[in-house]
């Protein structure tokens, strides 16, 4: 079945610093999600991604969707103690009308 | 503000329990809802789509009789932990989309604790 790389499985950095984490499939999505999900809580969406190439921002985040559909990255600038927290990307497989997601990136930030 | 909410947050109950969870669609109307079960330290994983006015469609291995779902509304899809075990204890978190072309908005998630 379709299944997602996410990498990496976590980050520990200092405030400040800026965040890259990215996600590849085998197959190829028509839309890519990023989300975070604080402990005990539901994820919550932070940007969608609908066409190849696009490159979107949600405030100090970035994400891109890849040229290939099969990859996309997030980039967290200027990284925060609130920044805490799992990533998971997610893409949409148009054929099942399912949310396939990745594996997570747990991101710790030392103040 | 939220657009799924989901109750209970935390069920704790003995074995053999029947537990539901209730997952709403604040200000949409959904035809289709999801419901995903979460190990500590894991990815979200699908059990069922919940379709309106239909029958639930299951993943490979989710015991539908173990799991029942009922889509009854446009903005409430239920679902019931039958006979539950301490196995079946676990995070479960309900989404759900305006259409397919919508990102999925999950709600806050159930700790479901089997003792």
């Known amino acids: 079945g379709q299944q997602l790389n996410q990498s990496p499985q976590s980050m520990f950095i200092q405030e400040g610093e800026d965040v890259s984490m990215n996600c590849t499939s085998s197959s190829i999505f028509n839309t890519w999600l990023w989300y975070k999900q604080d402990p005990g809580e539901g994820p919550v969406l932070l940007i969608a991604?609908?066409?190849?190439?696009e490159l979107t921002s949600n405030g100090r985040l970035t994400a891109q969707f890849g040229i290939t559909r099969k990859d996309s990255f997030l980039n967290i600038s200027a990284s925060i103690p609130s920044d805490v927290g799992i990533y998971f990307c997610a893409g949409f497989a148009p054929d099942t009308g399912k949310l396939i997601f990745g594996q997570g990136t747990t991101l710790q930030v030392k103040p | 503000g939220a657009v799924v909410s989901q109750h209970p947050s935390r069920v704790i109950c003995k074995s053999g329990t029947s537990v539901k969870i209730e997952c709403r669609s604040l200000?949409?109307?959904?035809?289709?809802m999801f419901w995903y079960r979460q190990f500590p330290k894991q990815s979200l994983m699908l059990m069922a789509t919940s379709n309106e006015g239909s029958k639930a469609t299951y993943e490979q291995g989710v015991e539908k009789d173990k799991f029942l779902i009922n889509h009854a509304s446009l903005t409430l899809s239920t679902l019931t932990v039958t006979s539950a075990h301490p196995e079946d204890s676990s995070f479960y978190i309900c989404?759900?989309?305006?259409?397919?072309?919508?990102?999925?908005?999950f709600g806050d998630g159930t700790r479901l604790s089997i003792l």
């Open positions: 989404s759900a989309y305006l259409n397919s072309n919508q990102p999925q908005h």
């Open positions: 200000d949409f109307q959904a035809t289709t």
């Open positions: 991604l609908y066409k190849a190439g």
